[in-house]
């Protein structure tokens, strides 16, 4: 799997930052509005560090483009980003046999470095509620036999509709919580951007795995 | 946008340039960092140094609380946005004096989730760090919910507090227990009177219109708790006097130390006005002011607008605040 998580999160870097002004006119009714300058930028910043990690073992790909990102935009967003990143390739810490038995393991492992980081739990209308359906979503489909390809399309579909789902629950942590009841009705923007990076995995899934 | 700038994308930096050009003798950037500025004497070996950092567009908060007697070291973030986890170890670092490292600086979650990482990576290194966080807003959450409380101006204080106690040679649990209590004591509430343009967006993240005001808006724009018709000075010092007293509760008999804080486009005329009925009810209720300070203490660029903040003091707390302290973007004597 070694260059393909690059690959991968090229293909993230290129189609995430063209929704940049959805997630901007979220961010502005729920946070203070920089969540799209933030993926513009950061993505951005994960690309060019591509030629320093390339051969290099996944979890040093993985913390290294984590960094990257949060150094370039710096935010609660960067910050959690980089998190995931790091505790996710912690998972698979120096392997070159990195395959797709280790897909879950890293997911694990990156959603509980976000609930450390953020101090936040499933519910609190934040990135957990997209991301916890869709790593539940892809396990199963993974353990009942199903393709990749077929996984996360179950993943993403999950993950939309935990998205939607942050529409009617109230902000309970961080900046959108001094909101109360009126964040009640926006649907979360870190929920979102978790949706859109996943739906550029799912690309890149469809592109290249397709015939297995 | 009405702003004297040459591009929204060099504000940060050009301001940190100005900042480096103007005062030489006092802040030097860290080499190989984006945004780390120290102390020009930094480290200083044998004292317990203190870190802060945040986003831009507050000065003099954060870059301006560098300095003798307050901070050793500051990370400074894009307007209204963090700084990297990565800058902040950098400067923990390279302010260490052998005697541990607090990091001190206001409860947004951008800012805490980036130094918590940076506090975790200067522990890998064998630094030892302790956290202390700005949290005076009363309007931000209730009293039982203090933790999710916004820091604004009356940080101020837990600075003054803690680097006095840092520069007198107390231990890191001692600066950090004098942070802590500092910034437990204060509360605070602001109004705004306008909205103000982060450079970058080119338009108003929020606007107040023309007549109004909005008690408790954050010094981002975040929500407040009423908006309504521009009050009077001393309808407005009454109306924040009755949130801040009963919220610590100060009380009949205690001694404090009062901050009456412009956003960046409110005159010093209308703060001492605030001022003015501020201290007539504390006395009132029979709290005695040591001392009072009255400026530019953290702003939001051009937001119009004031708060005031209110920190109850015991005698150690006194004395620290008085000792002396100097920075060059602090006007006011601010010790000695």
């Not at chain 1, 993230?12 to 009714?29: G, N, Y």
């Not at chain 1, 009640?184 to 690309?203: C, H, N």
């Not at chain 2, 120290?38 to 945040?54: E, F, L, N, S, Y």
Request: hydrophobic letters at 45%; aromatic letters at 6%.
């Amino acid at each position: 799997m070694a260059d393909e998580i690059l690959d991968i999160l090229q293909v993230v870097a290129d189609e995430v930052p063209p929704q940049a002004d959805t997630l901007r006119e979220l961010d502005a009714r729920l946070g203070d509005g920089d969540l799209g300058i933030t993926v513009t930028r950061g993505f951005a910043a994960v690309a060019i560090g591509f030629p320093e990690v390339r051969g290099k073992p996944v979890s040093d790909q993985l913390a290294r483009s984590g960094m990257a990102f949060n150094r370039a935009a710096a935010s609660t967003f960067g910050v959690l980003f980089a998190s995931a990143m790091m505790r996710g390739g912690m998972a698979v810490k120096g392997r070159d046999d990195v395959g797709q038995a280790d897909i879950v393991p890293i997911a694990r492992a990156a959603f509980q470095g976000l609930k450390d980081r953020g101090k936040a739990d499933v519910g609190d209308k934040t990135l957990l509620d997209a991301l916890a359906p869709a790593i539940d979503a892809f396990e199963e489909a993974q353990q009942s036999g199903k393709s990749v390809v077929e996984a996360t399309d179950a993943a993403v579909q999950a993950c939309r509709a935990g998205v939607k789902r942050t529409i009617d629950m109230q902000s309970k942590v961080s900046r959108a919580s001094w909101l109360g009841e009126r964040s009640i009705g926006v649907q979360d923007p870190g929920a979102t951007a978790v949706l859109f990076i996943l739906e550029a995995v799912q690309s890149w899934v469809h592109a290249n795995m397709s015939d297995e | 946008m009405r702003k004297i700038i040459n591009h929204p994308d060099n504000v940060e930096d050009e301001t940190i340039a100005g900042l480096l050009a103007a005062f030489p003798n006092y802040l030097k950037r860290i080499d190989g960092t984006k945004r780390g500025l120290i102390r020009v004497d930094a480290p200083i070996q044998g004292k317990v140094a203190i870190t802060t950092g945040g986003g831009s567009g507050h000065l003099p908060l954060f870059t301006g609380y560098v300095g003798k007697g307050l901070a050793t070291g500051v990370c400074v973030g894009n307007v209204f946005s963090s700084p990297s986890a990565e800058d902040m170890l950098e400067v923990a670092k390279a302010v260490h004096g052998g005697e541990g490292v607090l990091f001190l600086y206001g409860n947004y979650s951008g800012d805490t989730m980036n130094f918590d990482m940076a506090a975790e990576m200067a522990e890998m290194e064998g630094l030892t760090v302790k956290t202390a966080l700005g949290k005076d807003d009363v309007t931000s959450a209730p009293n039982e919910e203090m933790d999710r409380r916004r820091g604004v101006a009356g940080i101020f204080f837990a600075f003054k507090i803690a680097g006095a106690a840092a520069e007198e040679g107390r231990d890191l649990g001692a600066v950090h227990a004098a942070a802590s209590q500092a910034a437990f004591n204060t509360r605070s509430m602001g109004v705004a009177l306008s909205g103000t343009t982060i450079p970058a967006a080119g338009e108003p993240g929020f606007e107040v219109p023309a007549g109004e005001m909005e008690m408790g808006m954050g010094i981002h724009g975040e929500p407040g708790v009423k908006r309504g018709p521009l009050l009077t000075a001393d309808e407005i010092a009454g109306d924040m006097l009755d949130r801040i007293i009963p919220d610590l509760p100060f009380s009949s008999g205690d001694t404090a130390a009062v901050l009456v804080n412009g956003l960046g486009a409110t005159a010093p005329e209308e703060l001492y006005i605030l001022y003015n009925k501020a201290s007539q009810i504390l006395k009132d209720r029979g709290i005695s002011v040591h001392k009072a300070f009255i400026g530019e203490y953290a702003t939001s660029m051009e937001m119009s607008g004031a708060s005031i903040s209110v920190c109850r003091l015991d005698d150690d707390m006194a004395k620290l605040l008085d000792a002396p302290a100097h920075s060059p973007l602090l006007l006011q004597q601010v010790g000695g």
